[in-house]
């Protein structure tokens, strides 16, 4: 089980290890003694760390599933935006006669 979360565990490991020395220096090494967050803050701006951390490592870490390994771009696809699953003679786009004659001119399509 651990296995399928490796690589969102790898990525939000390396996140995080980014993130904690920005959040020391606002802690600690910020210049102004006024502009250094309290305990509050700094436990606020940690846990929007975590979970800015969190949703980058979710959403790079599910391109490295085993499904996404490329072998879908190779098959031809029997559907999609150009194509209708109906037939090409429902495809064309065009109504028949028998359609058209039982239109009124404040119909629509």
Do not use: W
């Not at 102004?32 to 940690?46: I, N, V, Y």
């Not at 072998?71 to 028949?96: C, V, W």
Request: aromatic share 12%.
């Amino acid at each position: 089980m651990i296995k399928d979360y490796l690589p969102h565990l790898t990525f939000f490991a390396v996140f995080f290890t980014a993130a904690v020395p920005v959040l020391y220096y606002l802690s600690r090494k910020n210049p102004d003694p006024r502009f250094r967050p309290s305990f509050g803050e700094m436990s606020l701006l940690t846990l929007f760390a975590v979970f800015i951390c969190g949703g980058m490592a979710l959403g790079i870490g599910s391109l490295f599933k085993p499904e996404n390994d490329g072998s879908s771009l190779k098959k031809k696809s029997s559907e999609g935006p150009g194509r209708a699953a109906a037939g090409p003679e429902e495809n064309s786009g065009r109504r028949s006669s028998q359609d058209r004659g039982n239109r009124r001119q404040t119909d629509r399509n």
